[in-house]
């Protein structure tokens, strides 16, 4: 589907209730961490609630989106071989983040090793399967450095690589200033964010590693939002899966938009969609009749900070400049 996902109701309850009763009949559940740079969502994802849900719904194995080649490390300290603090000084000697935001690589490995405990309360496993991110070329390398280098030097501003806005202002720049660069060169670094995208959103390898792991077993997959592909590849291969997306507020559910020259929908196609600082659930227009039928739904109940259909403000944030410049279509 090339449309995004509609929020269309409310679901009564809480979101234990909620997705015990529509994730029971599926094989996997897809939990989209969609800011893992927020403590609400990092905090949430890893949380006892989610993993006493997961586990209610019938879930033996848990996948979340940490390097594959650190998996060994957390199987050590699931297994007991390894305690909590040689856990941590390992996990955080070997593993970086790219978009660290309010989360640093400590709090990422505490958030982790806290997911692994409450797991293994409900006796469930923790595996690492993230096959990682594709590497662009030395000449690729070169061309996203100069094309930077002209953001800063048209604008003034110097980018600050720590900062997800600061990161996400000169990209956003630099895609509506096609002047920037010569047009050879911008065409080139439209195809080589094209390339590297599309190589990001095939989850063939990490659908493998899945399968490695959890031989078949009713499995939880904690990874960045939007992977439909993951979600398409478990459907053909005929089994069935509940994508619940996590938001740390209502209207950061419509901030996603299509990714401007790059002909990629970024905004992910969850069943159900919940809203941490309100504690609330709601279910999208992809969620079938067999997951809505346990649910009472209160049909046309929107987050109380969100926008219907993207489009009209229900309750509207105040002015943010900001806001209105990063992420207006």
Same mark, same amino acid.
């Given at each position: ?9 409310q ?26 740079t ?28 940490m ?40 709090d ?17 496993? @923790? /595996?690492? $399967? #993230?096959?990682?991110l ?10 996203? *450095?100069?094309? %930077? ?7 003034g ?14 990209v ?5 200033h ?22 990001r ?9 899945i ?15 939007r992977?439909?592909d993951?979600a398409d ?26 990714q ?12 159900? @969609? /919940?809203? $941490? #600082? ?6 999208t ?6 997951? *809505?039928a346990? %649910? ?22 105040g ?11």
């Amino acid at each position: 589907m090339t449309e995004r996902a509609q929020i269309t109701g409310q679901v009564e309850g809480s979101f234990n209730h909620a997705v015990t009763r529509a994730g029971m009949a599926s094989d996997y559940i897809l939990v989209g961490d969609t800011d893992h740079t927020l403590f609400s969502v990092r905090g949430f994802v890893s949380s006892n609630e989610m993993m006493r849900t997961l586990a209610e719904s019938g879930v033996a194995h848990v996948c979340i989106e940490m390097p594959a080649y650190l998996d060994n490390l957390a199987q050590r300290y699931q297994n007991g071989e390894i305690d909590r603090a040689e856990f941590l000084r390992n996990f955080e000697r070997d593993f970086s983040l790219a978009n660290p935001g309010e989360i640093t690589v400590h709090d990422m490995a505490e958030s982790i090793a806290n997911t692994m405990d409450n797991a293994k309360q409900y006796g469930m496993r @923790v /595996h690492f $399967v #993230d096959p990682g991110l594709p590497l662009p070329t030395a000449e690729e390398n070169a061309l996203f *450095k100069e094309a %930077l280098q002209a953001y800063e030097h048209a604008t003034g501003e110097k980018v600050d690589y720590r900062s997800r806005e600061s990161v996400d202002d000169a990209v956003n720049y630099i895609r509506n200033h096609g002047d920037l660069l010569p047009p050879e060169k911008m065409q080139a670094l439209r195809d080589a964010s094209q390339r590297l995208l599309n190589a990001r959103l095939n989850d063939q390898n990490l659908y493998s590693n899945i399968q490695q792991a959890t031989h078949g077993e009713k499995t939880a997959v904690i990874y960045g939002s939007r992977h439909d592909d993951l979600a398409d590849r478990i459907k053909r291969d005929g089994h069935s899966a509940l994508v619940v997306d996590i938001y740390d507020e209502g209207r950061a559910f419509y901030r996603q938009r299509e990714q401007g020259a790059e002909k990629v929908v970024v905004n992910g196609e969850p069943d159900l @969609v /919940h809203v $941490v #600082d309100e504690d609330n659930t709601y279910v999208t227009d992809r969620a079938t009749d067999a997951e *809505k039928a346990g %649910l009472t739904i209160n049909q046309g109940s929107m987050p109380a900070n969100g926008y219907f259909l993207g489009i009209l403000p229900i309750d509207p944030p105040g002015p943010d400049p900001s806001f209105q410049h990063r992420y207006d279509p």
